[in-house]
């Protein structure tokens, strides 16, 4: 493999491949740091989803958690192309990985972002500025809603995240 891909992931200090919407992520990662006061512990990178489909488990990630008060509220997909194609995709992901909705999904390429209310389905903004800060998190922190998902819905989001998730299945 060519050394030339290899850069050191920002958060985790790990060795990853520079390919796809990893160049994306890696400022976004320095974004929420330095800019939205998170510490790099607050954020879990490639966090693991496992979704069944026809009684099988398809493994996949979620690009970036975000942590406060010891509860997910961002759940980030980091993109190279179209941010608007993946808002689905993480708004399945933000409702499907823990046992409770994460309040915030987010679809960005770190220069712009869709900021989505999880439990609505809703487009809040589309500015990457409006990402809140770990400060206005912490405010605001009484007012989130860590609901859990719909059992009934369940089944149809993992066919949906699925479908639109099939590139990073298995890697």
């Known amino acids: ?29 320095k974004f929420l740091v330095k800019d939205k006061g998170f510490e790099k512990k607050d954020i879990r990178v ?12 398809y493994v996949s990630v979620i690009d970036l958690i975000v942590f406060c008060q010891d509860k997910a509220v961002m759940a980030i997909t980091c993109v ?3 941010i608007g194609s993946y ?3 993480i708004l399945a992901g933000a409702r499907l990985v823990y046992d409770y909705q994460i309040p915030f999904a987010i679809s960005t390429d770190a220069r712009n972002a869709v900021i989505m209310n999880t439990l609505t389905g809703k487009t809040l903004h589309q500015d990457i ?3 809140p800060s770990k ?14 998902f719909d059992e009934t819905k369940k089944e149809r989001e993992m066919i949906i ?3 639109f998730n099939l590139e990073k299945i298995n890697i």
């Open 135 to 148: 400060k206005e998190l912490l405010k605001n922190f009484a007012a989130l809603e860590f609901k859990k």
């Open 46 to 57: 490639d966090e693991e989803l496992i979704v069944q489909f026809k009684a099988d488990d």
């Open 129 to 131: 500025e409006n990402i």
């Open 80 to 82: 190279a192309g179209s």
């Open 161 to 163: 995240y699925r479908s």
């Open 1 to 29: 493999m060519n050394m030339d891909y290899i850069i050191t992931d920002y958060i985790t200090g790990k060795a990853v491949r520079n390919i796809g919407p990893e160049g994306s992520r890696q400022i976004f990662e």
């Open 87 to 89: 808002e689905r995709e």
